[in-house]
């Protein structure tokens, strides 16, 4: 399992990654929602009534090894993973997605921000050589939780006000993503799709299936030197220079 020095090296190898990007992937977009996919018989049971149903309540369950093998959440943490990012044209989540056809979305802002959540990296991986698409891990918790406390002993804090990969300004409720990696929410809390669909705060919707997820996740690329702590892609002056700054740049902020 990663020690949380190790997490923070990985942690600048994305931040190193994003810094490599150019053209619409070196910037950011705005995240209205952040949504999770999965078949409609799981939604469906989630939201029947009664004794055999779950009344509107998503719980949370432990996460698996999809990802890097060593991450310290796996099979340690329960919680709900969610996308964020949109298409390029339309900003809209995709039309598609391999996790399954039914697609709860919830606002970004009130999930994320809202009641002092805080914020941890987890996790920095890719799948496989024919594509350049990395993900990053960000949980999500509630102070004062058992999540949270295992968070704060094994994961890196990043703040939800400056980070380079999800934010949120102070005083303003627009979260914005950034455009280089994909950026996946691991949500520690059960949440009640009911109350928050009362609330204007949730919705379903439809999309094409292209899949849906497989038993125990899908391991990291091991052989990409990016996203593994082995790497010599990077000279060891620029692995200094990041490491004696410890922040990344965008239009005049920084984010620690």
């Not at 923070?8 to 996919?37: D, F, P």
């Not at 310290?72 to 993973?81: A, C, K, R, V, Y």
């Amino acid at each position: 399992m990663y020690s949380k020095e190790d997490l923070q090296e990985l942690k600048l190898k994305a931040i190193l990654y994003l810094q490599s990007k150019t053209g619409m992937y070196s910037g950011y977009q705005e995240c209205s929602v952040i949504y999770r996919n999965k078949s409609s018989s799981y939604f469906n049971h989630i939201m029947k009534r009664g004794r055999w149903g779950g009344n509107g309540m998503m719980e949370t369950y432990t996460k698996d090894n999809n990802g890097d093998p060593q991450c310290p959440i796996n099979n340690n943490l329960d919680g709900l993973f969610f996308s964020c990012n949109t298409d390029f044209e339309t900003g809209q989540p995709p039309v598609s997605s391999p996790f399954g056809k039914r697609r709860l979305c919830i606002d970004a802002y009130d999930i994320l921000l809202l009641d002092d959540r805080r914020m941890y990296f987890s996790d920095l991986y890719c799948f496989n050589h024919g594509k350049n698409t990395h993900y990053v891990s960000i949980v999500v918790t509630t102070p004062g939780t058992y999540a949270d406390n295992f968070c704060k002993s094994h994961l890196v804090p990043i703040s939800r006000r400056r980070n380079p990969f999800i934010y949120c300004r102070r005083g303003s409720r627009t979260v914005r993503l950034s455009c280089g990696v994909w950026v996946e929410i691991f949500f520690t809390d059960d949440i009640n799709i009911r109350y928050l669909m009362s609330q204007g705060m949730a919705h379903f919707e439809d999309c094409q299936s292209t899949g849906h997820s497989k038993p125990n996740g899908l391991p990291k690329n091991t052989y990409r030197n990016l996203c593994n702590l082995i790497d010599e892609s990077y000279t060891d002056s620029e692995e200094s220079s990041c490491y004696s700054d410890d922040y990344f740049e965008y239009p005049g902020y920084a984010y620690y």
